[in-house]
C-alpha cells in the first residue's frame, strides 16, 4: 500500500541502513536506495575492503534492495568527500585540532549532496540508519535523542536545519540494536550479522598521521615535547600524532603519568601536564548553528557534550559576535579539544553546537 510519499535511502551496505529502508518501505513510501561512492581506494593510500564505500558494501545493499524489492542505484560523490572533509580533516590536524570527520559528512555529503539529489529527482524524504528522532511541534521540527541512548548519535547531526529535518527520516529513532539485528534476521538480510565499523571509514586502520602522510605527501617536522613550565621532557614525532588528554605513545620518561594538555602549533611543541590541569569549563565554540533559526541573543541554559563518547554536563551558553559564542561548565570538564563538537541539548532535544576553538 503506498502512501504516495518517495524517500531516497541512503545505505552503507550495514545492518542499520538495511532495516532502515526496510521499515520505510513497509510504512508504503516509493522507496528507492542508493550508496554514495566517497573515496577510491588511492585516494587514503590503503587497502579500504571491507570498510565503507568498499564493493562488498555496495553488493550487500543492493541485495538487501533486491530483497526488500526496491531499486538501487550508486551515486558518486568522490570530489565533493575528498574537499568538503577529507581535506579539511588534515588540515584540523595541521593546525593542531582534533577533528570529527562524520559531522562534517552528515553536513555536507548526506544533507547537502545527497539530499539534494533527492529533491531533484523528485523524493520528498531522505532515509538514513542513524539513531536519532525527529519529531514536528507547533509548526516547528526537532531532532531529539534516540530512544536507545547507548545508540544515540544526534550528536553528529546537530548541523541539520528545521528544512532539512522536515524532509528526512530516522526509522530507527525508535528502536535498540537487538531489535535492529533480529528485523534484519527475520528478513534474511545479508547484513544482519555485519560487525560495525568503529573508526572514520577513511582511516580503517585508526593510523590517521599514517593517512595524512600518504595524503599530503608531507613529512611533518619533530619538535620538543615539554612540561607546563617549558622543561625539555623529550622529543615528539610530528604534531598530527598528539590529541589533547593523550597519554600513550609519548615516548617520555617521567616518574608520574602525563597527559597532552596543549598542542602548540607555533612554536612546535607538544606541552604535557598532570591530569588535574586537563580540567576547565570555560570554552569557545565557532561555527555555531542553532537547529531552529538564529542562535538566542541572551544566556540558554543547557546541557552539552564535548565529544561523542562525553556524557553531557549542564551548562550556560553565552551568545557572542561572528557565530561564535562561550559556553560555561556548571563542573570543570576533562580534555576540552579543539576541533571537537560541542553539543547542546534541553532534556532529548538537540539545541545545536558548534567547532571547540581555543581562539577567541
Wanted: with cysteine; glycine share 8%; hydrophobic share 30%.
Amino acid at each position: 500500500m503506498s502512501n504516495n510519499k518517495k524517500a531516497l535511502i541512503a545505505m552503507s551496505g550495514g545492518v542499520d541502513s538495511s532495516v532502515a529502508a526496510f521499515e520505510v518501505a513497509k510504512r508504503g513510501y516509493e522507496c528507492m536506495g542508493c550508496t554514495m561512492r566517497l573515496y577510491e581506494n588511492d585516494i587514503v593510500g590503503m587497502d579500504l575492503l571491507g570498510t565503507c564505500c568498499s564493493i562488498e558494501d555496495t553488493n550487500d545493499a543492493r541485495a538487501v534492495c533486491d530483497k526488500i524489492g526496491i531499486p538501487y542505484n550508486i551515486y558518486h560523490y568522490e570530489a565533493e568527500f575528498r574537499e568538503k572533509v577529507i581535506e579539511p580533516f588534515i588540515h584540523s590536524y595541521e593546525v593542531g585540532e582534533t577533528p570529527n570527520p562524520c559531522i562534517r559528512c552528515n553536513r555536507y555529503l548526506k544533507f547537502d549532496s545527497l539530499y539534494n539529489k533527492g529533491r531533484e529527482l523528485g523524493y520528498d524524504y531522505i532515509v538514513t540508519g542513524h539513531y536519532a528522532r525527529i519529531e514536528e511541534r507547533d509548526g516547528h521540527f526537532y531532532l531529539l535523542k534516540a530512544k536507545d541512548l547507548n545508540k544515540d548519535q544526534s550528536y553528529v547531526l546537530y548541523d541539520l536545519t528545521e528544512e532539512q529535518l522536515s524532509h528526512t527520516l530516522f526509522p530507527l529513532g525508535e528502536f535498540n540494536k537487538t531489535q535492529v539485528r533480529e528485523i534484519a534476521d527475520e528478513n534474511g538480510f545479508v547484513t544482519s550479522h555485519k560487525s560495525e565499523s568503529q573508526d572514520i571509514c577513511f582511516v580503517p586502520d585508526g593510523d590517521y598521521a599514517g593517512m595524512i602522510k600518504r595524503y599530503t605527501g608531507k613529512d611533518y617536522p619533530k619538535g620538543k615535547i615539554v612540561d607546563n613550565k617549558g622543561n625539555v621532557l623529550g622529543e615528539h614525532e610530528g604534531l598530527i600524532n598528539y590529541t589533547i588528554g593523550q597519554r600513550r605513545g609519548l615516548g617520555v620518561p617521567a616518574d608520574r603519568r602525563l597527559y597532552v594538555s596543549k598542542i602548540d602549533v607555533e612554536n612546535n611543541q607538544v606541552i604535557l601536564s598532570d591530569n588535574e590541569d586537563l580540567f576547565e569549563k570555560e570554552l569557545i565554540i565557532r561555527d555555531f548553528h542553532w537547529i531552529t533559526g538564529d542562535m538566542p541573543k541572551s544566556e540558554v541554559r543547557c546541557s552539552a557534550k564535548i565529544r561523542y563518547r562525553h556524557k553531557e554536563q549542564p551548562a550556560t551558553l553565552y551568545p557572542m559576535d561572528n557565530g561564535k559564542a562561550k559556553l560555561i561548565f556548571d563542573e570543570p570538564q576533562r580534555a576540552i579539544t579543539p576541533g571537537q563538537s560541542a553539543v547542546l541539548y534541553d532534556g532529548d532535544i538537540v539545541l545545536g553546537g558548534g567547532i571547540i576553538t581555543n581562539k577567541i
